[in-house]
């Protein structure tokens, strides 16, 4: 079997991502010098940049990417970073891709400002694309990306997350930002309608698979690869696709004494038997098999497209996600 | 001396204040159940809804009020609630107007995203409004909302809070929301230039003025009356005019000490302490003529105006604001 590293992605569009991170880079820049020191920490750190790659392969699978496709990749990954810094506020997450996250070094406080400077700044560059059509959909994900927050926390609560809120739940706050990179991208060298449509699809399919992928992380990962601890989603009370497939197939009064003990916060010996419940309730294999149910949805949704090197980029995107260890 | 209430400034544009009470109520819903409540927490909270009125009364001082101008009057409002939502986590506040603030309530993980959320709602309603030039304005507002309140935490700690920069800080964290809504109150009724301008201006000096006023509270209010303990800015780190003032006639060292003493955490008899040198040195006295100075350039702003019973009300909320004991 193929395997890819992040480079495979960006071969068809290094000139583009090189433009991307000019213009990102100078989209962080303030006359405020706490802004800029944050930013340059920010621009330190590794990321694999998904969402603008997505941006720039699908400009180039519609069209020739310009400078609209830059400010495009250019906003998303704004978008990006400014959720991320707020959800390490709310998950009380003091280390991101192995370093110290911004509110660590910076406190809750600035952490908090810093996200919202980010999301204006995303804002004031979607007003430089002139196109109403890419802001009103961008505008609609970054309602999706919040409100998918807010409901995953409601339903953790609330003994109400199932499977179907599971899947609304990843689509608004991961999903969602996936396929409106791919969507913008198309939209920044003015695709067809249904070359936008198909991209939207696949984004959306291959966003669905990255969460769940995520998701699958926190129960089979190892810590030294994804750079934060291990079952850290179910001690922060988030339930996700292996263990309520575990938890669906239990009688209701069993499976309620487990979301409770998850609310009121585990034990070590406790996420160890919530793990082996995992394991012989088959949570990890049912969720492997979703995660391959959606990747395929993923390549069929690039069936409009001809065969080219580009469209051969993003098929590999859907296997990348399915074989990366962080 | 008249004396006014709220009331007042509400009777000129009374029809529209009840169509932006049913927009901003709208504009709050969602399909997620967690939102909605919180949505109405805010919506039961006594609120003066200042910038709003400053939106219907600018519109209405440059023609008729329309659909743009109910839509501008709920953006601003939404975009204030965010910040004012993320404000209390910044400050460890755990009352507004005298109740319990949203992270009092739904703890600082909801209130980040809560506050995220009317962000983008805000954005996805300026974007309604289908006018670049108001989503230009309100985009570097909302840029200047976070950087100034950024601003001020790196200034309050590393020892450069001085007059100038405090009338920069009022300016991007108070003030350019209230110019910007006087501003896009003109550009919903297509002012002319001049006549947005001057609103401008005027918005600018009354939002400096407003901030001054609220910052001398934490020296002479009654806790009653604001709804919030006195001397929480002093505790919280914050330096305002009052205090600046005093300081920087000071010797350095003892400035030095005083402002090591404020950020290291007061106990209560040094906060007595620093109220007396405010007395002594006439902190309350000159950032009562500066609130003086300032009132009356927002007077003269409106100046190219002709008389009228919109401009006579605006000319009262800066007398508003003055008189104002919360």
Redesign the interface.
Same mark, same amino acid.
């Given at each position: 079997m193929m395997t890819f590293d992040i480079e495979h992605f960006i071969r068809p569009v290094r000139k583009e991502m090189e433009l991307f991170r000019k213009e990102f880079a100078a989209s962080l820049r $303030?006359d *405020?010098? &706490?802004?800029n020191e944050i930013a340059d920490y920010i621009l330190d750190q590794k990321s694999k940049r998904i969402r603008p790659i997505l941006v720039l392969l699908s400009a180039k699978l519609c069209g020739q990417p310009n400078q609209a496709t830059i400010v495009s990749a250019s906003l998303v990954e704004l978008l990006h970073t400014a959720?991320l810094i707020?959800d390490d +506020? *709310?998950d009380d997450s003091f280390t991101r891709r192995g370093v110290p996250s911004v509110n660590a070094v910076w406190k809750?406080?600035?952490s908090? &400002? %810093?996200?919202? =400077?980010l999301? $204006?700044?995303s804002?004031?560059n %979607? &007003?430089r694309l002139?196109n =109403?059509k890419a802001?009103?959909l961008l $505008?609609?994900i970054?309602?999706s &990306?919040? $409100?998918g927050? +807010?409901?995953q926390?409601?339903k953790s609560s609330d003994n109400g997350m199932d499977e179907e809120n599971y899947f609304r739940m990843i689509w608004l706050k991961t999903a969602s930002l996936f396929a409106g990179s791919c969507k913008v991208g198309a939209f920044s060298v003015s695709g067809k309608s249904e070359e936008a449509e198909a991209l939207w699809e696949y984004g959306k399919n291959l966003g669905m698979a990255f969460q769940i992928k995520d998701d699958l992380f926190d129960y089979i990962a190892k810590e030294e690869d994804i750079g934060k601890p291990i079952g850290r989603d179910l001690k922060a009370n988030l339930i996700t696709l292996p263990l309520l497939h575990v938890l669906e197939k239990m009688d209701a009064s069993e499976s309620r004494s487990i979301r409770e003990g998850i609310r009121n916060g585990l034990e070590p010996d406790e996420v160890q038997k919530i793990n082996e419940l995992i394991a012989t309730g088959g949570g990890v294999r049912y969720t492997e098999e979703k995660l391959k149910e959606i990747s395929e949805k993923a390549v069929q949704s690039l069936a409009v497209f001809p065969d080219s090197e580009v469209k051969q980029c993003l098929l590999d995107f859907i296997v990348f996600n399915q074989q990366r260890i962080s």
């Open positions: $303030s *405020i010098a &706490l802004i959720t707020h +506020i *709310i809750n406080k600035v908090v &400002l %810093m996200g919202d =400077y999301f $204006s700044r804002l004031t %979607m &007003l002139r =109403y802001l009103d $505008s609609k970054s309602e &990306l919040s $409100s927050e +807010i409901f926390l409601a």
